[in-house]
């Protein structure tokens, strides 16, 4: 090739390096993807008899799975229900996710969702929920619990927190009149519900909707309560409003009708003052 001063420069091409070099960063990419991928997996971790019974192909024998997503519905289970010494701590699921690794000072067991097994009727789990499940893990998280145990006459109850900002309605005074139950359940489900159903266009989201949807595709009895609070954090007040729905389940539960108050503090958090303009 001639330059415009008569120079003679030898030509090369760089197709194949350049296609070389794209090649290794898509491998590169993808060995990325993958890393990220394995590191997002939901575990579950169970005790080493859950284990041993799963590896043998048996299902956890279940009537009753309730599951409680968000602070308010998880800590009215451990106010109410497993403040006794009748549940055990029996696995836990784990989801790292953008949320969870930004979180500090919570060990890997808080920052998960803990499951507790009644020790007389071991058909009956529970599991609490209160970190972040992100979008991606809703699906692989049902799936992995629910294959877990057995389908046969398993009744499924959610128990879920939403903020009555979130609730749309034309009547003003329903939505002031927080905190308060709303319900939706799967054609499966035939007991009567303890409130109304949850009108459109409101929808439920987040893990409720995905174990809602799966159990519905798999008919499996559930129903979902969402309980729409004008309060941030655990409150004693948004907390009761789930008695009724245990409260019916009362065959296979026992209820602590009045926790004590040093019990209900330790879920309660207290926001404190910060300076104001009127202070």
Known sequence: MATFFGEVLSVYSRAVEEEDDDLGENEEDEQIRRELEEKREVRLHWSPQVSESLKSGNKLRCSDFILAVGQNASSFLSAYILSSANWEAVGRASAWNERSRAVSGQSSEESSCIFHRHKDNPSVLICQVTCYIAEDQLFQWTEKVFDCLQHRELNVTVLSDSSVADYKTAD??????????????????????????????????????????????????????????????????????????????GRSIQLEPSPSTDALRKFVRTTDLQSNLYI
């Open 172 to 249: 003003y005074l329903c939505s002031s009149s927080a905190p308060f139950l709303r319900s939706l359940h799967t054609s499966a489900f035939s007991d009567q519900p303890v409130c109304q159903s949850l009108e459109q266009p409101n929808i439920v989201t987040g893990l409720s909707a995905a174990v809602l949807n799966h159990c519905q595709v798999h008919r499996i009895a559930t129903v979902v309560y969402q309980c729409y609070s004008d309060v941030i954090g655990p409150d004693s007040v948004t907390m009761e409003t789930y008695k009724p729905v245990l409260t019916k389940l």
